[in-house]
């Protein structure tokens, strides 16, 4: 999604805004833009493409000046060009917005009867042309802002400068990511954290419904009607470091290596070793909540989804509960069938994904409670759920979810035990061994993480097919689909999840020598089951690359390839199997050349519908 920076202090604002945006180009665009006010006027600048092509138009003007906004567009109303990128002007008025105006056409209409012209497709250049509108009508720069917001419908995170106000930036925030940095006599504002942190770890996130009128030494916050609100900045205890690659060729890469560190930070201070127990108090999940409960309905989006669908086998097990798994696209559109003995689970690494967060307003408004397991403090989702289980996973900065996905099935894990233990469904021993099972996974990793040698010959091999069917049963199942996301999304490669078991119903149709099929069989339940698939596979030329805990000679002779996982309880495979399907994901986007940390269309934070 777009990425906002703006900037107001003492120094060059220029470098520090390309800065931020280059920090924010995991979010995903396609064009980006600066304006900056300078002793000459203003200066706006944009360019289709990379944010290096940006730098290469401007690379021999000079464009001085300590206030400024900066912009990375991606694509929503008008194709990616010159022309839609942002920032976009009106007058002496200049915006950069992430989100979408619902209302435009009509607020379009509008002001083009009272004789204003538009020279982009976007619909936020209306919002440029509004406040200008204000200000004609002598309304000062925060009342002309304020009086715009309150006519626009839909989300919008926004950051605006006018000419004749140089001392001040506007931030407005209603239901689209905003921080603000706190540094010394300068402030800078950006859709997420990375932009901030080389400057100043003191920051607020903003409030859906607050303007920020922002000087260099001070920020003023109020809500839609003006009202005053107070200002508490936090200390956050992130580095930029951990937003950097760190001697990895891609963040994908270093974020896939990071997973032991991320489990290990997520299990921290959860696990009472004296008793091999678990503990959930930082997410106020007791005794009374518990047992309350009649089912468990989880909402996500992507691999946060996939991360839901794993849940279902392990909470369903652990504790008895039903679950209910559901893309949060779908459910905020149905009639759901949620109460009050209903805990919904929402699953989100950003915390501002818009299906989410809406899927859990709908849970709420029928009387659920909402429990998140997220990776950002103080995300919209967070803030806006009863309960929170963080995960401690660091900034996830690649598009492609990885260490987030681990750390989510950690938390799993955690809340599965902790329920089944509260309702005597797992004994005393079940609960401590699953618990030494949780405080293995970090070294198991390790060991299964110093194998991308193997995971690298693999990819040679099979990196030029353009169609792969990945196939699980049981709880191996999601993690097929998870696999397969992942190489679709980073090679553009066609890759098909499927449970094993209905491969029989249609999809064996396409197998043959060119169709790579992986299988992902662990030792359990549906072992012998997955065995039989995979003849059903190779009695039609398919080839086999099995991922695999059991070892033996008749599941090598079914594999072409075959990499052995570490042997762990049926349960908990999920968190093993995956990471070489990011690795053989990862490896085969490499060897395709493709841009494996901002693929073609995605963002990393989808904070529109
Ligand atoms: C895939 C991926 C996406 C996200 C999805 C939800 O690798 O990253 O499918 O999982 O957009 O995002 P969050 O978890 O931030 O809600």
Avoid at 248 to 257: G, R, V
Avoid at 432 to 446: C, G, H, R, Y
Avoid at 502 to 510: D, N, R, T, Y
């Amino acid at each position: 999604m777009c990425g906002i920076v703006g900037y107001i202090g003492r120094r060059h604002a220029l470098p520090i805004i390309l800065d931020g945006l280059k920090r924010l180009e995991y979010r995903g665009y396609d064009s980006s833009g600066v304006a900056i006010i300078t002793d000459k006027g203003l200066s706006i600048k944009r360019k289709k493409g990379k944010i290096n092509d940006l730098i290469h138009h401007i690379e021999h003007e000079s464009i001085n000046g300590t206030t400024g906004l900066g912009h990375t567009r991606w694509a929503t109303h008008g194709k990616p060009s010159d022309e839609n990128a942002h920032p976009h002007r009106a007058g002496d008025v200049v915006v950069v917005h992430n989100g979408i105006i619902e209302n435009y056409t009509e607020l379009r209409a509008l002001l083009q009867e009272k004789g204003h012209h538009f020279k982009s497709e976007t619909d936020t250049e209306i919002i440029a042309h509004l406040v200008e509108d204000h200000l004609k009508s002598g309304a000062s720069f925060e009342d002309a802002v304020l009086a715009s917001v309150r006519q626009l419908r839909g989300s919008f995170a926004l950051g605006v400068l006018s000419v004749r106000n140089p001392d001040r930036l506007i931030a407005v925030r209603e239901a689209s990511p905003l921080v603000i940095g706190f540094g010394n006599n300068e402030t800078i504002f950006a859709s997420d954290m990375p932009a901030i942190l080389p400057y100043t770890n003191r920051m607020l996130f903003m409030l859906d419904g607050t303007i920020a009128v922002i000087t260099a030494d001070e920020v003023r916050l109020m809500d839609f009607n003006g009202a005053a609100l107070p200002v508490h900045p936090k200390q956050f205890d992130i580095s930029p470091a951990m937003a950097e690659k760190g001697g990895y060729k891609h963040f994908m890469q270093k974020e896939i290596f990071e997973q032991p560190q991320a489990i290990t930070d997520t299990l921290r201070d959860r696990l009472l070793f004296d008793t091999r127990d678990i503990d959930l108090k930082d997410a106020g999940i007791d005794h009374k909540l518990v047992h309350a409960l009649k089912r468990i309905n989880f909402v996500a989006c992507g691999t946060s989804y996939h991360a839901g669908l794993t849940g279902k086998y392990i909470i369903e097990e652990m504790t008895g509960i039903p679950v209910d798994v559901e893309v949060a696209s779908e459910f905020r559109y149905r009639t759901p069938l949620v109460s009050t003995d209903t805990l919904t689970v929402a699953i989100s690494q950003s915390g501002e994904t818009a299906d989410t967060l809406a899927a859990i307003r709908l849970a709420k408004k029928n009387g659920s409670r909402v429990l998140s397991i997220c990776n950002v403090i103080d995300s919209t989702l967070a803030r806006e759920s009863d309960h929170v289980l963080y995960t401690h996973a660091g900034p996830e900065i690649s598009v492609a979810s990885t260490k987030a996905f681990t750390s989510q099935l950690v938390s799993i894990y955690l809340l599965a035990i902790h329920i089944g233990r509260s309702l005597g469904r797992l004994s005393k021993q079940q609960a401590a061994s699953f618990f030494d099972t949780l405080v293995a996974i970090p070294a198991l990793l390790d060991t299964l993480l110093k194998q991308e040698d193997r995971i690298i010959a693999i990819a040679k091999q099979y990196a030029k097919h353009r169609d792969f069917l990945y196939l699980g049963r049981g709880i191996s199942y999601p993690v097929a689909l998870e696999g397969a996301l992942k190489l679709k999304e980073i090679s553009y490669i066609h890759a098909e999840g499927y449970p094993a078991g209905e491969i029989k119903h249609g999809p064996i149709a396409l197998v043959n020598e060119d169709m790579p099929v992986v299988f992902v069989a662990v030792q359990g339940r549906v072992y012998e089951k997955i065995k039989n698939n995979m003849e059903e596979v190779k009695a039609r030329d398919g080839r086999i690359i099995s991922f695999t805990n059991a070892d033996n000679a008749g599941i090598r002779d079914l594999s072409d390839e075959l990499f052995v996982l570490p042997a762990i309880d049926e349960l908990f495979t999920p968190i093993l199997s995956i990471v070489p399907l990011q690795l053989l994901a990862y490896h085969i986007a490499v060897m395709n050349g493709t841009d494996v940390d901002q693929p073609k269309n995605l963002a990393k934070s989808v904070t529109v519908e």
